[in-house]
């Protein structure tokens, strides 16, 4: 085409200039094609074990207010004042992306007056969380958990429910970690624990070994110091009080309960003086998952919780005691071992392959028939040639091919092929649900 010609057919295309991608979002995380099958393990395995055991689900919005973290995670936390993504929004309210479930669960206990429901109330809650932490393998900006908690329920009886359902769940995904188990005591014995520890850490030789965020938490939360990462942090940590020879006499006795009943059902733990968990509300029983490792650092824990009887009251309700856990899916998802998943996923009874636009049409209406008459069928219809149905079948270890093509379209038949033994038959159209249906129960 000349230029001239070119000119009075429009405007010419200028060339796009080339666009560069845009990335994720640093520390988060795309969950990719084949990734589900992981994720549905763990995740059916649990809704359905929580509700044997009678846990209600539950949601909480992924956005509350500022000050609802302040008034419960703890205001010298890690998680408020170095995590939080917060902002204020155009009303000049202070907001924040959730960065645990506790603190909304109890809101939403208190604002809706779940204390009138039948109590203990065992609530199961899985959604996303945000924490602006530094990211590496198992610690992502945003992260997934399944938490746990029961309300009105005072005593050991709680934590013994929790402890041995993290147990059953672990025991389910094939996952070899150990619970570490620890008391904080309560307001009246705590105090005494503290003081001794402010001393053992205020000693000119131990004070000057400290890091500088643990300087800080001597003034502010003395008890963190047990928990830090630091290495000659860890090493002092080792010869400190210990929180359990300064317990009070009743919360001495909650913690031999929960123990005792550990005991009996033959679940193993590891009584762990140095756990303190890195969240203001907990009283007397706190406890961790953790994979046992062999190095000095502490590994990164696959869930925790505790006893939180002073929460409800201190977010304004009425005094409720509670206890409560929660798992982190990523870190469980590092430690699963692909063949437990390959084995739980279900295997279809029918794959449904069609040659052609007529037979993909009516492929389609009786996929929906099978469907209707309870058999899991698969389909690939964005497929054109039999090999690569077929071969998608064989991936999905499926007993049954059915092919239908332009012959079987018009003769009103299709193809049955026995996928174990390779053999084919033809077969009435209108008799292959019945036929189905017989020899999958016989099968099965
Ligand atoms: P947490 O120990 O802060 O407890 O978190 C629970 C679990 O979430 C951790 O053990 C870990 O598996 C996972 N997790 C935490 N942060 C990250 C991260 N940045 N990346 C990946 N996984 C992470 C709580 O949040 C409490 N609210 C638990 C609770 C429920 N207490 C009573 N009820």
């Excluded at 995740?43 to 000050?67: M, Q, W």
């Excluded at 329920?153 to 013994?160: L, R, V």
């Excluded at 409720?320 to 430690?335: K, M």
């Excluded at 028939?369 to 690939?380: D, F, I, Y």
Aim: proline share 6%.
């Amino acid at each position: 085409m000349s230029k001239k010609n070119n000119q009075l057919s429009g405007p010419t295309i200028q060339p796009r200039p080339a666009m560069r991608p845009i990335h994720r979002v640093k520390g988060m995380k795309d969950i990719q094609p084949g990734n589900y099958d992981a994720w549905n393990f763990l995740l059916r395995s649990t809704f359905k074990l929580a509700e044997f055991h009678g846990f209600e689900r539950i949601d909480t919005p992924v956005l509350e207010s500022f000050a609802l973290y302040e008034r419960s995670s703890g205001r010298t936390s890690d998680i408020v004042t170095k995590e939080m993504y917060s902002f204020v929004d155009k009303s000049g309210e202070r907001l924040a992306l959730r960065p645990e479930a506790t603190p909304g669960i109890v809101r939403a206990y208190i604002e809706h007056g779940w204390f009138n429901l039948p109590q203990p109330l065992k609530t199961l809650w899985y959604g996303p969380l945000f924490r602006r932490d530094k990211p590496q393998l198992g610690r992502y900006r945003q992260h997934h958990q399944l938490n746990f908690d029961i309300f009105g329920e005072a005593g050991p009886w709680a934590e013994i429910q929790l402890l041995f359902l993290i147990h059953e769940l672990l025991q389910d995904w094939g996952i070899k970690a150990q619970i570490d188990i620890n008391s904080l005591g309560c307001a009246d014995c705590r105090p005494n624990y503290t003081n001794e520890l402010v001393k053992y850490y205020k000693e000119k030789k131990h004070r000057e070994q400290l890091c500088p965020d643990c300087r800080r938490r001597l003034l502010k939360n003395p008890l963190r110091l047990l928990d830090c990462k630091e290495p000659a942090c860890i090493a002092l940590a080792q010869d400190a009080p210990q929180i359990i020879d300064y317990l009070c006499g009743p919360c001495k006795e909650h913690l031999v309960k929960v123990l005792e009943f550990l005991d009996n059902l033959g679940i193993q733990y590891n009584l762990n003086s140095q756990l303190v968990r890195g969240l203001d509300y907990y009283d007397r029983t706190v406890f961790e998952v953790v994979m046992p490792s062999a190095s000095a650092q502490r590994p990164l824990a696959l869930g925790g919780g505790g006893r939180y009887d002073h929460l409800i009251e201190s977010l304004g309700g009425r005094p409720t005691p509670a206890c409560g856990f929660a798992l982190g899916l990523e870190r469980l998802l590092l430690n699963l071992e692909p063949h437990k998943v390959a084995a739980s996923k279900e295997r279809p009874d029918v794959f449904l392959a069609q040659l052609g636009e007529g037979p993909r049409l009516k492929s389609l209406r009786l996929f929906e028939e099978l469907r209707q008459a309870g058999l899991a069928v698969h389909q690939s219809f964005t497929k054109e040639s039999l090999k690569g149905q077929l071969a998608i079948a064989n991936q999905l270890k499926v007993k049954y091919t059915l092919i239908l093509g332009q012959k079987e379209l018009l003769d009103g038949t299709i193809l049955l092929r026995d996928m174990e033994s390779g053999s084919q038959e033809v077969v009435d159209l209108k008799k292959i649900k019945p036929i189905l249906l017989k020899r999958l129960t016989k099968t099965r």
